[in-house]
């Protein structure tokens, strides 16, 4: 996993648990809530779009 993912999900308070078939439950911490059964590169894509948002609102 690369360090920038790594980095998002500090940021975010998530972490990632490995499921079947290459595929990963995003978990958020603060709320407990579960997004299940995403991939890698889905879950790239949106800690991509979450930090443009916060780049663009500061």
């Known amino acids: 996993m ?3 993912i ?3 999900l500090y ?3 998530l972490v990632l648990l490995k499921r079947e078939n290459h595929l990963y439950c995003l978990v958020d ?3 407990g809530e579960w997004y299940e059964k995403m991939t890698i590169y889905y ?3 949106l ?3 979450w930090n ?3 780049m663009s609102i500061q």
């Open 2 to 4: 690369s360090i920038e």
């Open 6 to 8: 790594q980095a998002a």
């Open 11 to 13: 940021y975010y308070d």
């Open 29 to 31: 911490l603060k709320t």
């Open 43 to 45: 879950i790239e894509i």
């Open 47 to 49: 800690l991509k779009r």
């Open 52 to 54: 443009q948002y916060r």
